[in-house]
Structures are given as structure tokens and as C-alpha cells.
């Protein structure tokens, strides 16, 4: 046990680097990408804090240049889910006792890697796998991550300082005790920061964690371990599994150690999962912890006092920065007709203006969607709204998949304000737009309110201070980031916990104590010190 109580580190946010043409971050991440996307990495599962190869390998390459290859990772077979899933629980017996201030260290050790040594190369590895232009990749896969690594080990110890209260009589204490069992971490593509969250955190919470990530992120999932292993994280603590989600899942699922699932991804494969859980409710020794963040039909409200050309940047921003692909991306615009000529002059002006390639072209602003099947979606409702007598695309349209998977910003302008593509989620670079009369706002936000199933994000725009008290109300339950005078994305750990509710996941909030909190079970230890010898009570009295 630990002989003091210590003090960790005041958590900051790791400073965003410019990348600017002549620094040394941009020379070193431009060599640390051509040695990467020239070369070819093997990834093999990680279990017992063992490299495993099963021989059964799917190629690794990247959506701007999809015949290119830069490596291979080995899929998993039934046998080595339930091998994670033992070394996990052997695991538990000595992590689980292990004082806070020893995880702590590893944790802050690793943010200190991600923000040092590995900045580059996961940085790099994001760009190459996952088509992220720098600046994408530098606030996700290395400050955000760096981010979630700092501030979660404050949270834990703001979590563990919370005590009862006690009296001369007894000595109330509460203890944060890891979950009984194993944890099962399932992560996305579109952010490493989340991918090395969601098993960090629980971990760093005294849990061990089966980790399955995204095929379409295996390559920075291996720089994440790389890092976890170096920072000093024990055998068996984390585990990690690549292959057939769903033969993984229902491995994982089945077993009555079962604990917990920590998940970011599609709202119908969490919908599933949780549908699964409840299913096997009488199997688990147990009441699982379920905490989702899924999907997103993220909103902009202009009001008519709103400048046009704040309007038309939280467009451009908010809908295309990383092609689209955030859970927070705005895919739906809200613009008044006394103001939406001046706001499409701007924003078609800035669409045009985007350069598209590869990510080591630092010019381009746009890269490639994330796969074929990604493209194919995208191009069916682009070229569905070229055809539909109710919509227009102002402005791109195109698509290209002959070298990568590129898909121009598209902007739909509809007339119907329940068409396809304002009710559903794409999870690219297309926004569609609604024009309204200036005097229908308070019937426009209740049309935002009523449209989508998700309640992720949502901004809106005004210099009515009135107006944004409305619209804050009325909108109150459909997003749980909500923004003023702002896009709809880039939260930032330990300034806006991130997290929705309705069909887009529990709202628990990564990147805050409240999402610390679910990965505990709380034990109460009453001490008393003089204990009673005589039962009766003092209204027995004569």
C-alpha cells in the first residue's frame, strides 16, 4: 500500500503544434511518414503482454491510396478470446491490488510518450491508416490522447478523495474498487485518442480489459500498445484482439466473468450488443456496466442576427474537417432566407477554395473517407440528391475511388426538411442545408428537436441574446454537446466532457470523472470503535 497521500500532477492540455512550413515537428512527422508508408509492419494480437501470430493475416492500407499496403495484422480465432479473456482475470488477481499511485505513474509515463518519442510516429500512423491531414492527426492521436491520460488520473484521485462523512463514535470510508470480472473495450476508426481511452481508462481504474479496435485503425492501435507496454502497463492488463466482431463479441458476451463494455461505434451494433447483454443477464456473476457513444445527425442553427460569415466557417468547419467522419460532425444546416444568399456566396467561396490528396501533401485540407464501403454510401446519396426533385447540390458532387477513396464536400440544399440525408447519418464530407423564413424560428427548432433519433451535438448561431436563451431551451435535449456561436465540434478533455443521449449513447461523458465512475463498485467501510455490549436500547427503559 501506498505511505502517503500524494499529489499528482496538475493536469494541463497538451499544446497543439503548427506543423508550419520550416518547423522541425513538420520535417520530422513528413520523414517519420515516408518511413512508415515505405515499409511494412506485422501486427499480431497482444495477449498475456505476449505478441501472438495465428497466420491468419488481412493487409493493412491506406483509403488516399488503397493499393498501396504497409503492413498485415493477424485475426484472432475463438481460442484466443477465451485466452484474453483468462490472462485478463489471472491478471486481475495483481492488478486489482496494486495502490492507485503505481497505475497512476504508468498512465502519466505513457502520456508522456505520446507526447515526446511517439508524437511523430503515431501521429504518422494516423495520417497513413486512418487519412487524417496533420493538424486532424495532432489533436486527436496525440494531444487528445495525451489529454485523456493526464486528466483521467486527476479525476481518479478527485474520485478517490470523496469520503463520508464520519463521527468520534465510527470512521466511514468508501473504497473505489475495480469491477469484479474482465472489461471489454470496442473502439472506432475515426479517433486514436478514443481507441486508447476507452481500455486506458478502465484500466487505470484497476480493471483489466479485453480491447478489440477497429480493423481500419489496427495501425495505430499497435503504436498505442507500443506505448502501454513501454509505460509499464503488466501482462494480461490490457489484451488485444483483431478479426470477426461478432465471433468476438459473443465469445466475450458469453462468458460469466463478464463486466463491463466500454464502446464507441455504430448505433445499431451497440442497439445489438446491449440486446445481448440483457440476454445473458442470468449467465453474468454481475450486473454488467454498459457506457455507449454512438452515432450523430449533428446539427446548425443560424438565427437572422447570426454573421453570415461566422455561419458559413462553422459550416465548412463543423461539416468537413476529417472528411465528415467525427461522431460530432455537423451533417444538417438550419439557415434563414434574409441571410442564406450571403452565407452560400461564403461558403461555396471556402468549399472551392479546400485542397484534396493524400495527407502528406500538408496543402490539403480534404483526404479520403475511410473505405470502399464508406465510398459507396456516400456516392449512392450524393448521386440520389442529383436525381430528387426536392434537393440540389450547390456545390461538389463528385467522387473518385480509382486511387483513393475521395469524396468532394458536398453541400445539399433541399426544400423538404425531413429528406434523406437531414435524417440520416452518412459519416462523410456532405451536409445538407434547409433555408426557412426568418420568422419561423421557434417552429424551426422544434423541427430540429423532432428530425433526428441521435442527441449528440448541435450549435447555434446568434447575436440575439434572446434568441440563443430559446433556442438553448428548446434544444435541450437533443444534444449533450451543445455550442453558441461555435461548429459542433472539438471538444477538448477536462473543458467539454463529450457525450449524448437519445439513439447516440449513454452521455456519460469520456474524458470526465463521470465516466471514471462507471468503471468502480463502491464498497462502504463502517469502523466503529467502541462497540456495544447490550442490545437493549434506551426506549426499553423502565
Request: glycine share 8%.
Amino acid at each position: 500500500m501506498g505511505k502517503g497521500f500524494f499529489n499528482v500532477p496538475i493536469a494541463i492540455n497538451e499544446p497543439v503544434k503548427s506543423y508550419a512550413p520550416g518547423s522541425p515537428e513538420r520535417e520530422e512527422v513528413l520523414e517519420t511518414y515516408k518511413n512508415m508508408f515505405n515499409s511494412q509492419v506485422d501486427v499480431p494480437l497482444y495477449i498475456n503482454g505476449e505478441y501472438v501470430s495465428t497466420g491468419n493475416t488481412r493487409t493493412m492500407s491506406p483509403p488516399h491510396d488503397h493499393q498501396h499496403v504497409v503492413g498485415t495484422y493477424h485475426v484472432a480465432e475463438q481460442s484466443h478470446v477465451e485466452e484474453a479473456i483468462a490472462t485478463a482475470l489471472e491478471a486481475r488477481k495483481t492488478w486489482a491490488l496494486m495502490p492507485w499511485e503505481q497505475r497512476a505513474a504508468i498512465f502519466l509515463k505513457a502520456a508522456e510518450l505520446v507526447a515526446g518519442p511517439y508524437r511523430a510516429k503515431i501521429n504518422a500512423a494516423t495520417m497513413i491508416a486512418q487519412s487524417k491531414n496533420i493538424h486532424q492527426a495532432e489533436i486527436d492521436s496525440a494531444c487528445e490522447l495525451v489529454d485523456f491520460l493526464r486528466f483521467n488520473v486527476q479525476y481518479m484521485t478527485d474520485i478517490y478523495a470523496e469520503q463520508p462523512e464520519s463521527t468520534n463514535d465510527a470512521w466511514n470510508r468508501v473504497e473505489y474498487r475495480p469491477l469484479e470480472g474482465f472489461t471489454y473495450a470496442v473502439t472506432p476508426f475515426n479517433f486514436t485518442a478514443i481507441a486508447g481511452n476507452l481500455p486506458a481508462c478502465m484500466a487505470l481504474m484497476g480493471n483489466v480489459v479485453v480491447w478489440k479496435p477497429s480493423d481500419s485503425q489496427v495501425y495505430s492501435a499497435k503504436v498505442i500498445m507500443d506505448i502501454f507496454e513501454e509505460a509499464g502497463v503488466p501482462a494480461g492488463v490490457i489484451n488485444v484482439v483483431f478479426g470477426d466482431p461478432v465471433m468476438i463479441s459473443n465469445t466475450v458476451l458469453s462468458s460469466p466473468d463478464f463486466s463491463g463494455l466500454h464502446f464507441t461505434g455504430s448505433t445499431f451494433v451497440f442497439k445489438e450488443l446491449w440486446k445481448q447483454i440483457g440476454n445473458n443477464i442470468h449467465t453474468y456473476k454481475t450486473y454488467p456496466r454498459i457506457v455507449g457513444e454512438t452515432g450523430g445527425k449533428d446539427f446548425i442553427v443560424a438565427h437572422k442576427s447570426a454573421n453570415p460569415k461566422q455561419v458559413a466557417t462553422a459550416i465548412a468547419r463543423g461539416a468537413f474537417e476529417f472528411q465528415g467522419q467525427k461522431c460530432s460532425a455537423a451533417s444538417r444546416a438550419y439557415v434563414p432566407a434574409g441571410i442564406w444568399e450571403e452565407v452560400k456566396a461564403f461558403l461555396i467561396e471556402d468549399i472551392k477554395s479546400f485542397k484534396i490528396g493524400s495527407p502528406e501533401n500538408m496543402d490539403n485540407f480534404i483526404t479520403a473517407v475511410i473505405h470502399e464501403g464508406s465510398f459507396d454510401k456516400l456516392a449512392k446519396y450524393i448521386d440520389q440528391a442529383k436525381a430528387d426533385a426536392d434537393a440540389e447540390i450547390i456545390v461538389g458532387g463528385g467522387y473518385d475511388k480509382s486511387k483513393g477513396y475521395f469524396i468532394e464536400p458536398t453541400v445539399i440544399l433541399t426544400t423538404n426538411p425531413k429528406y434523406a440525408t437531414m435524417t440520416t447519418e452518412l459519416f462523410g464530407p456532405v451536409i445538407t442545408i434547409y433555408v426557412y423564413e426568418d420568422e419561423a424560428y421557434a417552429d424551426t427548432l422544434k423541427l430540429v428537436d423532432e428530425t433526428s433519433e441521435y442527441a449528440l451535438t448541435g450549435a447555434i448561431l446568434s447575436q440575439d441574446r434572446y434568441a440563443i436563451t430559446q433556442a438553448t431551451t428548446a434544444l435541450q435535449n437533443c444534444a449533450g454537446n451543445f455550442y453558441i456561436n461555435d461548429k459542433p465540434t472539438g471538444a477538448v478533455v477536462g473543458q467539454q466532457p463529450f457525450g449524448g443521449a437519445r439513439a447516440s449513447g449513454t452521455n456519460d461523458k469520456a474524458g470526465s470523472a463521470q465516466n471514471l465512475m462507471r468503471w468502480v463498485s463502491t464498497r462502504l467501510i463502517k469502523e466503529t470503535f467502541v462497540t456495544p455490549t447490550d442490545y437493549r436500547y434506551p426506549f426499553l427503559g423502565e
